[in-house]
C-alpha cells in the first residue's frame, strides 16, 4: 500500500518569507499523481497545487511551487511571499491509477505579522 | 449543487446510539469517498463508489460502518452502536473522473461528537 509520510507537524514562516513543506511517499508505481491540499479552519479542503508523475517539470501556481524529485520520491511544497491567509493545515496526498488517494498526517502553517 | 454539501455539520450522540451523515456530491461526480480526520491526525481513507462499479469498503474499521450510495448521487455513511472513539471529522469528496488528473472536491465535513 501507499504511504504518504509529512514529517513537520507544525511550521511557521514570517508574513511576505518563504517556506518549504515537506512530504515524502512510497510507492511502488510509476504513473501517479501528487497533490497539496489546504484545510483551513472551515474544514473544507481545497487543493493548492498538483503533479503528474510523468512530468519532470515542476508544477507552479502564483506563490506556489512544488520540488518534485521521482527519484527520491519526493514532493515539497514551498510557498513565497507568505500571506496571513495561508495559515492553514497543509496535507499532502498520492492518487494510483486506481483513483484511490492516500492522504500524510497535514503541517499546520501558522503565519505570523 | 455548487460544491460538495455535508449534512449535519456537527453531530452529538450518546454512546451507543446510530448515526448517519449524508454526503451530496457534485451533480456528475461519479467517483465518491468518505474520510475520517481524528485531532491531529490525517485523513483516513473509508469507503469510494466509482460509478457502478461495486464499492471499495477496504477503509470501513469494523462493521459498525457501512455506506450506501443511492443513485449514483447522494450517499449516506452509517455507524451503528457508536462508540466514543468514533468521534472525528467526517469528509466526503467527490471526483469527476473524466480524465488522467482529476482531483477531489471536498465538503466541509461532519464533525461526530460521541459522549
Known amino acids: 500500500a501507499q504511504t504518504v509520510t509529512q514529517s513537520q507537524p507544525e511550521m511557521s514562516v514570517q508574513e511576505a518569507e518563504t517556506v518549504t513543506l515537506s512530504c515524502t511517499y512510497d510507492?511502488?508505481?510509476?504513473?501517479?499523481?501528487l497533490f497539496w491540499y489546504k484545510q483551513p479552519p472551515s474544514r473544507q479542503m481545497i487543493l493548492v497545487i498538483r503533479q503528474e508523475a510523468y512530468k519532470q517539470q515542476n508544477a507552479t501556481e502564483n506563490r506556489f511551487s512544488v520540488n518534485f524529485q521521482k527519484a527520491a520520491k519526493s514532493f515539497s511544497l514551498k510557498i513565497s511571499d507568505s500571506q496571513l491567509g495561508d495559515a492553514a493545515m497543509y496535507f499532502c496526498a498520492y492518487r494510483n491509477t486506481g483513483n484511490q488517494f492516500y492522504f500524510g498526517t497535514g503541517t499546520s502553517l501558522t503565519v505570523i505579522p | 449543487g455548487a460544491g460538495v454539501s455535508q449534512s449535519p455539520s456537527n453531530k452529538v450522540t450518546e454512546k451507543g446510539k446510530d448515526v448517519e451523515l449524508r454526503c451530496d456530491p457534485i451533480?456528475?461526480?461519479?467517483?465518491l469517498y468518505w474520510y475520517r480526520q481524528s485531532l491531529g491526525q490525517g485523513l483516513e481513507f473509508l469507503i469510494y463508489?466509482?460509478?457502478?462499479?461495486?464499492?471499495?469498503k477496504s477503509g470501513l474499521p469494523s462493521d459498525r460502518f457501512s455506506a450506501e450510495r443511492t443513485g449514483g448521487s447522494v450517499s449516506t455513511l452509517t455507524i451503528q452502536r457508536t462508540q466514543q472513539e468514533d468521534s472525528a471529522v467526517y469528509l466526503c469528496a467527490s471526483s469527476s473522473q473524466t480524465g488522467t488528473n482529476e482531483k477531489l472536491f471536498f465538503g466541509s465535513g461532519t464533525q461526530l461528537s460521541v459522549l
Open positions: 510507492t511502488s508505481e510509476s504513473d501517479y499523481y
Open positions: 451533480s456528475g461526480h461519479t467517483a
Open positions: 463508489f466509482q460509478g457502478n462499479s461495486a464499492p471499495d
